[in-house]
Nanobody, 125 residues
Framework: VQLQACGGGSVQAGGSLRLSCSASGRTFSNYAVAWFRQAPGKEREFVSGFSRNFGSTHYADSVKGRFTVSRNSAKTMVYLQLNSLEPEDTAVYYC???????????????????WGQGTQVTVSS
């Protein structure tokens, strides 16, 4: 499945952004879908996501209470609402999907075969 992420931008600390991820021509049914981010010089890290078939939602501790993952009713879009942004949230954000990821691996980048192109989020202090 081809993924496309958009919605990034530059905001001041405390601001908000909404990222969107679409699966071109398909739905996210039967996939685990997640958001990762990668800051310069750092490894790609899990941010938030759904287990397969949107069974459960998961968040990194660093974003709990500030970020919210959601989907549309048609299961063709997954969103990440970023609130109370901090300079440490600056990174390229990627959406990813996996048809076979099991619950114990959904935070692991290597569990995902399908990746979007990334969208830059820059938070200034």
């Amino acid at each position: 499945v081809q993924l496309q992420a958009c919605g990034g931008g530059s905001v001041q600390a405390g601001g908000s952004l909404r990222l969107s991820c679409s699966a071109s021509g398909r739905t996210f049914s039967n996939y685990a879908v997640a958001w990762f981010r990668q800051a310069p010089g750092k490894e790609r890290e899990f941010v938030s996501g759904f287990s397969r078939n949107f069974g459960s939602t998961h968040y990194a501790d660093s974003v709990k209470g500030r970020f919210t993952v959601s989907r549309n009713s048609a299961k063709t879009m997954v969103y990440l609402q970023l609130n109370s942004l901090e300079p440490e949230d600056t990174a390229v954000y990627y959406c990813a999907a996996a048809a076979t990821a099991i619950l114990s691996t959904i935070r692991t980048p290597t569990a995902y075969k399908n990746w979007g192109q990334g969208t830059q989020v820059t938070v200034s202090s």
